[in-house]
């Protein structure tokens, strides 16, 4: 059974055997799980093989579990103890995962045996990965996972028969080429989502933060510190959905309408990459969402920028050993090859400027979007009002005065800041 660690100490570490004076012997196993997707298994089972080459002076008993990223919170949280020593897992579940307790901080108390051992510090791996990556494993000032990908986002494909790259580059631009040129074909996208609409938002300098009690800060319905009204932006997204060009697709649509071929323009993340081609053809375009104008003032369209993060299990026997394996499966060179053989895009820095990962279209197109991508920390009420705001703007529901859009966006805020009951 496996040992409640209270606290790391370094006293912790060199029990672990990761220390100068290590107290696991070489020929006894370190016995490891380890949880990823399906369709990492192969990529996992050879870089752990790797991990073993490694440290050639270690026995290991490293044994592979099928979990997706989606679920793996839902699994490890019913059972901490028994769930996996290093484990994947979506960005949006690191809260829950650490207010229960399910997660390693990745600290000073553990930085001797990356140190040691992998030649590494923290402010080195934190430096190896893009900045919203990082953001992405932090709560407070702590580091709790090591960021394995960067590339859950959302950014803009077109057909380039119909669209110049001058015509991309503005929501004006785009719906024009796509009223003149684009014989009754639209540019899509979902408004009726919190995580799309918020694009607009987050662009022009909005925030959202999520509390310890589960609650969402939201200042959607003021003026952001960028001197952009919310008033401005709405009315900056009614007039795109307002456009004979544009269409409002409902959420979980997307590929269907793309495989229609009723689209010549959609937002759209990585996963609809094949869809596209074939809708598009293989010469299609990805490129960074379009600018708009708010007010009169030009904003580009932010999005929300996602990662898939590894950590380790805070109930780890070998706490230490799982801190490296979990490191040594998201260094450069593992992110590399998990994008040759898994097309996942890297959040690591040299992995992320390869030429193979800048030849892969939708990959290199979400990696420059997450410039302009921020990390959606938000609480559970946020979700239906924020939809439903985006509904009532694709529906054209909202009157195009200061007044009504004002109350519109009050009563969003007011339901998405709303305290748990």
Known sequence: MKKQL????????????????????????????????????????????AFKAAYPDQQFDIQIGVESESTAKDTV???????????????????DLVDAGALLAINEEIEPALENYAGKKIEDIKAANVPVSIEDATIGDTLYAFPTSADNGYFLYYDPEVFTEEDVKTWDGLLAAAEEKGAGKKVGMTLASGWYNAGFFYGAGFTTSRNEDGTTNCDFNGTSADGISGVDVTKAMMKIAASPAFMAIADGDI????ASGNLCAVVSGTWDSAAVAEAFGEDYVATVLPTYMAGDKEVQMGSVGGCKLMGVNAHCEFAG???????????????????????????????????????DKAISAVLQQSQFAVIQKVGGKYWDPSATFGEKIAQGQIADDDASVQAALDEAVAGITAPIE
């Open 6 to 49: 209270m606290a790391l100490t370094l006293a912790a570490a060199m029990a672990a055997g990761l220390m100068t004076a290590p107290a696991v012997k070489a020929d006894d196993p370190i016995k490891l799980t380890v949880w990823g997707s399906e369709n990492d298994q192969e990529y996992l089972a050879e870089r752990i093989e």
């Open 77 to 95: 949280l019913t059972d901490i103890e028994a769930a996996a020593d290093v484990f994947a897992f979506a960005d949006d579940q690191l809260a």
């Open 255 to 258: 590929s269907n309408q793309i």
């Open 321 to 359: 050993w799982g801190v490296l394996l979990a490191e040594f499966l998201t260094n450069e060179e593992s992110q590399t090859i998990h994008f040759e053989q898994c097309k996942i895009g890297p959040s690591n820095l040299v992995a992320q400027n390869s030429e193979a990962v800048a030849a």
